[in-house]
């Protein structure tokens, strides 16, 4: 059975950064996606950034040049490196995996931005 996991969450000032990571249990085929998506009170879960086994991204274009997304092919956890976090970047964030036509999601890990 794959499990996420993540860490990390927690308040910070605007400008500020925080570093996000998901760990994973269980088997997943080689060939997968991982990645963190959002969802801010009373909005959609959107996605925030993905990344193939094959290191390929795709970027929300709301995070581009602010946040990295990193990945442990070998170990599989993966990671968000939030900088420049604004108010509206305010969100849970859910680690995400799609492997074998199987979507897999974490409990969730809140991030609030204020000062």
């Known amino acids: 059975q794959v499990q996420l996991v993540e860490s990390g969450g927690g308040l910070v000032q605007p400008g500020g950064s925080l570093r996000l990571s998901c760990s994973v249990s269980g088997s997943i085929f080689s060939n997968n996606l991982m990645g963190w998506y959002r969802q801010a009170p009373g909005k959609e879960r959107e996605l925030v950034a993905v990344?193939?086994?094959?290191?390929?991204?795709n970027y929300a274009d709301s995070v581009k040049g602010r946040f990295t997304i990193s990945r442990d092919i070998a170990k599989n956890p993966v990671y968000l490196q939030m900088n420049s976090l604004k108010p509206e970047d305010t969100a849970v964030y859910y680690c995400y995996v799609f492997s074998g036509l199987n979507e897999y999601w974490g409990q969730g890990t809140q991030v609030t931005v204020s000062s």
């Open positions: 990344m193939g086994s094959g290191g390929g991204t």
